[in-house]
Antibody
Framework: EVQLVESGGGLVQPGGSLRLSCAAS????????MDWVRQAPGKGLEWVGR??????????EYAASVKGRFTISRDDSKNSLYLQMNSLQTEDTAVYYC????????????WGQGTLVTVSS | DIQMTQSPSSVSASVGDRVTITCRAS??????LAWIQQKPGKAPKSLIY???SLQSGVPSKFSGSGSGTDFTLTISSLQPEDFATYYC?????????FGGGTKVEVK
């Protein structure tokens, strides 16, 4: 069974940093691109970014709203995806989901349950 | 960026009704279109990819169609577990973008 479990959310002050983790199990993590998607309270879904696999040199993509502040990384030996968030702003307050990307199709396939990040003073 | 516009933003329906949601892309995206369901307080769930292919385990009452800029999601016979918000999403190009969502509510 595919499982994606996010952790690391919490309350942080504006300008602060936070690192989210996504622990994957039930599939060969190294075979898949992985994404982060967020959802502000009462709002829709917003794509944050992507981490490609080893075959694609672990390259990344980011939404303009987070580029230069957020960094996505992965550790295939630990079956884990990470989101390092720096210079956090109040508008970054959201539930952050990790998602597995379908191989060869590149659509979202499975989602984690999410972790809440609150940026507030 | 490709803008995804869904209509209606909400729909009231009864159990057994047929419900259709439309999604329009601001430019052609071939069939790189997905539909995602989200229930209140829950994680999103992928339903359809490549405009019309069902995710494994998704019941056949869900169907998708379209190509280019215009797409539809149809629920053939609404059941209590189908009351949720539905999002379309394009993966033709970066940044990936979502529609604003369609809330399917009990009439």
């Amino acid at each position: 069974e595919v499982q994606l479990v996010e952790s690391g959310g919490g309350l942080v002050q504006p300008g602060g940093s936070l690192r989210l983790s996504c622990a994957a199990s039930g599939f060969t993590f190294s075979d898949h691109f992985m994404d982060w998607v967020r959802q502000a309270p009462g709002k829709g879904l917003e794509w944050v970014g992507r981490a490609r696999d080893k075959g694609n040199s672990y390259t990344t993509e980011y939404a303009a709203s987070v580029k230069g502040r957020f960094t996505i990384s992965r550790d295939d030996s630990k079956n884990s995806l990470y989101l390092q968030m720096n210079s956090l702003q109040t508008e970054d307050t959201a539930v952050y989901y990790c998602a597995r990307i379908r191989r060869g199709i590149f659509s979202f396939e499975y989602w984690g349950q999410g972790t809440l990040v609150t940026v507030s003073s | 960026d490709i803008q995804m516009t869904q209509s209606p933003s909400s729909v009231s329906a009864s159990v057994g009704d047929r419900v259709t949601i439309t999604c329009r892309a601001s430019q052609g995206i071939s069939n790189y279109l997905a539909w995602i369901q989200q229930k209140p307080g829950k994680a999103p769930k992928s339903l359809i990819y490549a405009a019309s292919s069902l995710q494994s385990g998704v019941p056949s009452k869900f169907s998708g169609s379209g190509s280019g800029t215009d797409f539809t999601l149809t629920i053939s016979s609404l059941q209590p577990e189908d009351f949720a918000t539905y999002y379309c999403q394009q993966y033709n190009s970066y940044p990936l973008t979502f529609g604003g969502g369609t809330k399917v509510e009990v009439k």
